[in-house]
């Protein structure tokens, strides 16, 4: 059975990066029909897709953040990770992780984590 | 941008609810999804392709609409179907989601 778990540091400080792994399970980051996903959601706030990521390698930014974003994926440990720099409290949030099939809306997400940036 | 209305629908069980998502430009394709979500929980995908319900979502819940605007209708509200709804568009990046409509116990 599929799953996705997201982890990392729950606070943040201003100015430093965000670091959050999405664990997959049941199924590989390579599959070429699977794209890998972050969103975001602040607190009493609406969804934000963050960015998409290929088991190549290539990623799709969302413009509004394309400037401190970085998606990677890990495909010998089945993990898809995102970085985002220079986080301010407006960046407090639960991130996500997900996952669409081509060009399919996100069918799988994780559980999400709040991750708070604050001094 | 995905503009949801009402923000707020309050409804008592067994009423029929209406969810409204107007698109900025259109949505080819149509490929707009809906998902519902729960305090607490993730979002989870209950229309996808305007119209078509995943496995396991039960048929009271209906999508349609081309273009700019898209309806969820829910036909009979049961006590579990009180929740946020998100209408998203994957047509064309960046993907985007609507501001969300809540439905609320009357």
């Known amino acids: 059975q599929l799953q996705l778990q997201e982890s990392g540091p729950r606070l943040v400080k201003p100015s430093e990066t965000l670091s959050l792994t999405c664990n997959v399970s049941?199924?590989?980051?390579?599959?070429?029909?699977?794209?890998w996903a972050w969103m975001r959601q602040p607190p009493g706030g609406g969804l934000e897709w963050i960015g998409t990521?290929?088991?190549?390698?290539?990623?799709y930014y969302n413009p509004s953040l394309e400037s401190r974003v970085t998606i990677s994926v890990d495909t010998t440990r089945n993990l898809f990770s995102l970085r985002l720099s220079s986080v301010t409290a407006a960046d407090t949030a639960v991130f996500y992780c997900?996952?669409?099939?081509?060009?399919?809306?996100?069918?799988?997400w994780g559980q999400g984590t709040l991750v708070t940036v604050s001094s | 941008v995905l503009t949801q209305s009402p923000g707020t629908l309050s409804l008592s069980p067994g009423e029929r609810a209406t969810l409204s998502c107007r698109a900025s430009?259109?949505?080819?394709?149509?490929?707009l999804a809906w998902y519902q979500q729960k305090p607490g929980q993730a979002p989870r995908l209950f229309i996808y392709?305007?119209?078509s319900r995943p496995t396991g979502i039960p048929d009271r819940f209906s999508g349609s609409g081309s273009g700019t605007d898209f309806t969820l209708t829910i036909s009979r509200l049961e006590p579990e179907d009180f929740a946020v709804y998100y209408c998203?568009?994957?047509?064309?990046?960046?993907?985007?989601f609507g501001g969300g409509t809540k439905v609320e116990i009357k």
């Open positions: 990521v290929y088991y190549t390698g290539s990623t």
């Open positions: 049941g199924v590989s980051v390579t599959n070429t029909h699977y794209y």
């Open positions: 392709g305007a119209s």
């Open positions: 430009q259109s949505v080819n394709r149509n490929y």
């Open positions: 997900g996952r669409h099939y081509g060009d399919d809306p996100f069918d799988v």
């Open positions: 998203q568009q994957y047509d064309s990046l960046p993907l985007t």
